[in-house]
């Protein structure tokens, strides 16, 4: 599962020609066999913008080498998730399974693009799900549409690996009575050996919930996603307890999750972040509307305002249509938001732009229905050329 440190390293690279190439991928079946074929006409594509780019024919074909060598393992396309990412530059090949399905998409030019991976970094996009009993633990990464079992988590067997070899013994009992006695009389007593069976029981049962705390905590310590606790009231009553998932846990399904399939644990853990995701969207679209009716500094609308804002570091909260495209880049040095295109910048797109310096700086973004973005930039000022409104965005500025 890509984590927000991935994100990061990916926003940070700066490749002298670096290549981000997505499509769709399939679980399992038929569809599978399309897969490499699809990929095999992305790396064509990418191919040629390689080389009007100005690269050479045989570097173009050297860079994407590790891609093309991707093609005909077999193994590799029978364990997908919904996409793959690939990210390709002097260095090498980065790949990403993701549960998102993406339209097929190349990119060419001085950096990766990362936008399509928004929805799994977004403040309403993904979420994890620990589907834990005494006898086994899962983690799943889920989006509002998707959910798939992370199977490089390496959990404890079950309480009783946890907490070792039970050595609860048997009472032995003291001498029998008619066995002979010397010196002064001793009255025949139980020894015990290691705890009764309900307290071993829940030691082991304590020890187990932490271990499986401790992986979950290490393996989502780089994102900053909600987890839904998926078990019984006592074992999920002791995994909440533990510190180390501290402000993490979003909420908990206290049922057996043998008795679900990744369906129905989806369905069930949905329902518990779906308030929190649509609440925080609600709420910022509402604050967006009041600052804009209000005529307020602090929420802009015109793509020029958004960009520059988000560069300095300015934007708290920002709201994006989920489909928009904006081309044009923005020039650190003249401060110029420049809506055009141009070879050195042939996939340059503002709307992803902002939304990575955002989350760069810690601001939120909320991907948004452009129906009710529109509605809510009704009636705001056209400020220029370059800021001219548009139903692209809306941001809530920190100061």
Request: glycine residues 8%.
């Amino acid at each position: 599962m890509l984590t927000r440190s991935d994100l990061s390293q990916l926003i940070e690279a700066t490749p002298d020609r670096g290549v981000s190439i997505y499509l769709p991928t399939h679980r399992g079946g038929r569809e599978t066999r399309q897969d490499p074929i699809r990929l095999r006409d992305l790396i064509d594509e990418a191919r040629e913008k390689l080389v009007a780019a100005g690269m050479s024919a045989t570097d173009a074909e050297g860079l994407l080498r590790p891609a093309a060598e991707l093609r005909d393992d077999y193994d590799f396309w029978q364990h997908q998730s919904d996409g793959l990412a690939l990210f390709l530059d002097a260095d090498g090949l980065r790949m990403y399974k993701v549960p998102l399905t993406f339209d097929p998409r190349t990119h060419v030019g001085p950096e990766f693009s990362v936008k399509p991976l928004l929805p799994l970094f977004a403040a309403d996009g993904g979420f994890h799900i620990l589907a834990v009993t005494a006898h086994t633990a899962r983690l799943f990464d889920a989006t509002r549409h998707t959910v798939d079992e992370n199977h490089d988590v390496e959990f404890p067997a079950d309480v009783a690996e946890t907490a070792g070899k039970n050595d609860y013994q048997g009472p032995i009992q003291g001498s029998p009575a008619s066995r002979p006695q010397t010196g002064r009389p001793i009255a025949a007593r139980t020894q015990v050996y290691g705890e009764a069976p309900p307290e071993w029981r829940k030691a082991g049962l304590e020890q187990y919930a932490g271990a499986v705390a401790a992986t979950v905590a290490q393996h989502i310590a780089d994102d900053r996603l909600p987890l839904v606790l998926i078990g019984d009231a006592e074992l999920a009553g002791h995994i909440r307890k533990n510190p180390k998932l501290s402000g993490r846990i979003a909420g908990t399904v206290e049922t057996n999750p043998e008795a679900l399939d990744d369906g129905d644990l989806h369905a069930r853990a949905y329902e518990v972040v779906r308030p929190t995701f649509e609440g925080g969207r609600d709420e910022a679209l509402h604050r967006a509307a009041e600052l804009i009716g209000q005529g307020s500094p602090r929420a802009v609308t015109a793509i020029g305002d958004v960009v520059r804002s988000a560069y300095r570091g300015r934007v708290d909260t920002l709201l994006l249509a989920a489909d928009a495209t904006v081309p044009g880049w923005y020039d650190v040095s003249s401060d110029a938001v420049l809506m055009m295109s141009d070879p050195a910048h042939p996939d340059a797109d503002l709307t992803e732009a902002a939304a990575v310096r955002t989350l760069t700086d810690d601001g939120s973004v909320y991907l948004v229905e452009s129906e009710r973005l529109a509605g809510l930039l009704e009636g705001t000022e056209i400020t220029g050329p370059v800021g001219e409104k548009a139903p692209e965005f809306a941001a809530i500025l920190r100061y």
